[in-house]
């Protein structure tokens, strides 16, 4: 599975947006991006994956570069609870997630 | 819930005792995953499997270590002799493998382990 890349930690205003972006340069054409997050003492939690499509749930939105080498996963209005480490994890199918060290995003108030 | 439960949360040990922890993933997943992660470090993989197959080894997974899964359904991670450099959170994972689709792991809380 493709490497990625994450700055090491972001801070972002209460209310704000959140964009945290990850590069994914070496990704082949079958392989999604995901997006994991973990809270302190808890197991990462899922936030939304994709392929070559933006996609949008109820916790973020994914925008995926039309080359595909990198994306940014947004979180439209951050709260406080939102304070986690983000994972960005390319996968193919069946393969299992490899975790790099993620960004650590503090929001404040 | 039906989410991944592990038991216990958290497993104080002396050095050289043996520890066995339990995973219950969400009972129509097919594969079952063991993660390590210590301090200040995204999840490592150890081990997983597929039914009640163990398909996979890291490198990780020394001879101390050994996990089961006996009927397709929970699953065991024994440590033998344990040692301080154990000491880390386990987390378990599972998720549905079909072919043509892409499935993301649902995780459990984890089970903290302190070797002293």
């Known amino acids: 599975d493709a490497k990625t890349t994450q700055p090491t930690s972001m801070d972002c205003a209460e209310g704000r947006a959140a964009n945290l972006p990850c590069n994914h340069s070496?990704?082949?054409?079958?392989?999604?991006v995901y997006w994991y997050r973990q809270i302190h003492s808890q197991g990462p939690q899922y936030i939304i994956h994709g392929l070559k499509n933006n996609e949008t749930n109820e916790m973020a939105s994914l925008i995926i570069t039309e080359d595909r080498k990198s994306s940014t996963l947004i979180l439209p209005h951050a709260t406080l609870r939102d304070t986690a480490v983000y994972y960005c994890i390319v996968r193919g199918n069946f393969n299992k997630f490899y975790f790099g060290s993620g960004t650590k995003l503090n929001v404040k108030p | 819930d039906t989410g991944v439960s592990q038991d216990p949360r958290h497993k104080i040990t002396k050095r050289g005792q043996n520890v066995t922890f339990r995973c219950d993933p969400i009972s129509e997943h097919n594969r079952l995953y063991w993660y390590r992660q210590t301090l200040g470090q995204g999840p490592e993989f150890l081990t997983y499997?597929?039914?009640?197959?163990?398909?996979?080894k890291s490198r990780l997974l020394s001879d101390r270590f050994s996990a089961e899964r006996p009927k397709g359904s929970f699953s065991t991670l024994e440590i033998q002799r344990t040692e301080q450099g154990d000491s880390a959170m386990y987390l378990c994972?599972?998720?549905?493998?079909?072919?043509?689709?892409?499935?993301?792991?649902?995780f459990g809380s984890g089970t903290r382990l302190t070797v002293v």
């Open positions: 994972a599972s998720s549905l493998a079909q072919a043509g689709a892409n499935y993301g792991y649902t």
């Open positions: 499997f597929q039914n009640e197959a163990q398909l996979e």
């Open positions: 070496t990704i082949s054409g079958n392989e999604y």
